[in-house]
């Protein structure tokens, strides 16, 4: 052994520390022992969580946003479902008024004044309607 130590020389013995040094970091990670003095391991972890709870927030807003679409599309097929129901009653109605038996007769002036009163409190209510003149003012 002494003749070992006698025979290296400088350029040796920092190969034979060198090799000492990778086999002892082998044999520490193989034991478990992480030397990690910047924490780069842990920057990177914390990094990683991060973008995957942002991704999941987005997952979730894409979500929400494909249910909204969704239910707006659903509540103005309904919409369209009542306006189209409403045309038919309407044309149904007017069909019907033209065609009655009394449709060309004149109104009884208490009926008249009545239904007149009828248009002036709806005319009141939502001045923007058809056949309402511009609003007089606040009631």
Known sequence: MRGL?????PLGWLALVGAAVV???????GLGLRWDPFSLQQKQLETVQARATQAEYDAEARRIETAGRAQ???????????????ERATVAAVTQARSAEDANELL???RADRLRAHDRE????EPDLDGCAASPGPA
């Open 108 to 110: 009884d002036p208490v």
């Open 122 to 125: 709806l005319c009141r209510l």
């Open 23 to 29: 086999l002892l970091a082998i044999a520490g990670r």
């Open 5 to 9: 130590i006698r025979t290296l020389t």
């Open 72 to 86: 707006q599309a659903a509540r103005a097929e309904i919409h369209h479902q009542q306006t189209l129901a409403v």
